[in-house]
């Protein structure tokens, strides 16, 4: 099967162009079969492209004369749509030109202008933004919305947890993924009025859903592997995922400094490198790297400004991923064929 | 200098008895002027006391026929303050029986009854659950609210950030904490419009508030060791705190499974076992153990309910430097001297 191009915003991340191209091109040692469509300034990328042959060959150059800053209102970047590295990449999977994007840039102007020139799905009222984190299971979970709403409605949890659903059928291959909405609690009168609507919807809606929902699940417990996707609004979830990524590097930092404290444990950390290294490839968010914005027309995917080479290959790869199993339209076909009637019940009930 | 004794629920928690009694034990093993009113079933304090004569000397009990459970509803609580070992832990701090109360019970329930026995202070709308966490540098930053309060508004902000600044002063031994406010990112513009607002009013008044507020901190900066005083909802708290627990206990069983992965690990574990013991201590929340609802005319600590004896100890000895230091008048004074026209302005910028 061939796979349609990846636009890659070569210019957004804190490191620029140099990243996104190692990436780009370990992805394409990993995959022969993955093409590109690089957006940027052409002579940086050029010279990039220099060391990696094998992605020269599988890559077209789209010029861009301007950059997205990173500290940039999404209001602003917008007006510079047509000339800007990550408009354009946007741009070329609304004109077909690809089939997805890839940006490490600013998150808040990648939304504003994805939804603008992709527009929502039918159906879907906001975009959520959505990530794989590790569990202790055999599958990552979905969790959503990470940032991009910072307040959302009964409706939106809804919705969300139905494009979740669809992202963790892919993940996981379960036909009805569980599905939680994150809370302080587990007992139906914990949370906010809009969760607890959400979650009346959900319980009476999951069986039409496909999806096996047993309501609140509490941030301690959403790692255990005993959930596929947790649903929640952009502000709880960018907390909780940022408060998980922050905890991992502050346990590998204390395991760093304790092994360092001793000679003793200097050997010790030498004979368990196999054990260390296991854990490190688990706590190094760029192996976890890759946000997708789910709800719109056509694949967005998410790369972390920090992120190096190996965490834009991972980005690259989740990218692949979705457009192989066609995501777009599954949660389009979801929506119609299950959540149709469903979703102007719940549209009522919110009004 | 005699601490006033402190009234231990000995009925909470999932263990129960025993538990509280061991973990009482321990503490006035450790410091021998803690003295206690130990409140519950005085048969069962009685047989769990059989194995501890150093607390024996030390406690005195006060029957109580009744348990608040678990899952009960804090308005359903409240009916019995006057037969349950959690409303008569707390009533010995309104008569002054006692100085403070730890309970391991119902959180709710805990913090319904407190309020309604202690009342909160003169200018505090709203008490709020407050606990310290581990960071990178020398001292644990202190996080409220967790959980007391799903929402708030900018004047309740502003309230904590003072609370949780007196608190800070005790343990860090800082003139002026570094207080945030938890954000979803750090430019201005992020965020709720009560954050936003909060945020200027703080910014505002950090120096008669004798704090250094420098905005917004997100999820994973809070433990780098750069913040005293982590201010939030106790949605997002509540959220924050069990994702760094829930984390913390993944990396912990991944350790563990990678160091059972092969001969060579397990070697290398029991050689490094110095190292990992060290972060074991770090990982385990009973070595955090004990959350103050602070705000109330009175000392009420909060054990977690799983917490073992060593937990329960250290909720009492967070109890007992809480007592030492006065954080109870140190916080109405702060609010008179420092806060008391401030809040009368927030008020009036919130309405």
Redesign the interface.
Same mark, same amino acid.
């Given at each position: 099967m061939t796979l349609p191009r990846i636009a890659v915003d070569a210019m957004g991340g804190d490191e620029g162009v140099r990243v996104m191209i190692e990436g780009a091109a370990l992805a394409r040692r990993r995959h022969d079969r993955f093409k590109f469509l690089l957006v940027g300034d052409e002579e940086r990328i050029k010279t990039a492209l220099e060391n990696h042959p094998n992605l020269r060959g599988a890559s077209e150059i789209l010029h861009a004369t301007d950059v997205v800053s990173g500290?940039e209102?999404p209001t602003q970047a917008l007006r510079r749509a047509k000339t800007t590295s990550m408009g354009l990449a946007i741009n070329a999977v609304k004109t077909g030109a690809a089939g997805a994007a890839v940006s490490a840039g600013n998150t808040g102007a990648l939304m504003a202008m994805s939804k603008l020139a992709l527009r929502t799905m039918p159906g879907i009222d906001r975009p959520a933004l959505s990530a794989l984190l590790?569990t +202790?299971g055999e599958n990552d979970m979905v969790m959503l919305d990470l940032?991009a709403n @910072?307040?959302c409605d009964a409706r939106n949890l809804v919705q969300f947890a139905i494009m979740g659903a669809a992202y963790s059928r892919i993940v996981t291959g379960r036909d009805e993924p569980r599905v939680r909405l &994150?809370n302080?609690g587990t007992?139906e @009168?914990k949370?906010?009025d809009e969760l607890q609507m959400a979650a009346a919807q959900l319980k009476a809606a999951a069986k039409d859903l496909a999806m096996s929902f047993d309501g609140f699940v509490?941030?301690?417990?959403?790692? *255990?592997g005993e959930v596929d996707v947790v649903v929640t609004d952009?502000?709880?979830g960018?907390? !909780? %995922?940022? !408060?998980?990524?922050?905890? !991992? *590097?502050?346990?590998a930092? &204390? +395991?760093r400094r304790?092994?360092a404290?001793?000679l *003793?444990?200097k050997?010790?950390? &030498?004979?368990? *490198?196999?054990?260390?290294e296991? +854990?490190k490839h688990? %706590?190094d968010p760029n192996n976890h790297n890759g946000a997708v914005f789910l709800g719109l027309n056509g694949v967005v995917v998410k790369s972390h400004g920090s992120a190096n080479a190996v965490g834009v290959a991972n980005a690259v790869a989740v990218t692949a991923r979705l457009l192989e199993h066609n995501i777009t339209e599954r949660i389009v076909a979801d929506l119609e064929r299950l959540g149709g009637s469903h979703l102007r019940r719940t549209a009522k009930a919110a009004e």
């Open positions: 500290d209102k590790p +202790l940032g @910072t307040e &994150l302080i007992e @009168t949370g906010t509490e941030a301690d417990k959403i790692n *255990r952009g502000f709880s960018n907390i !909780a %995922l940022k !408060a998980v990524e922050g905890t !991992a *590097r502050f346990v930092d &204390l +395991l304790s092994f404290s001793s *003793r444990s050997f010790g950390f &030498l004979v368990s *490198r196999p054990a260390t296991l +854990l688990h %706590l």
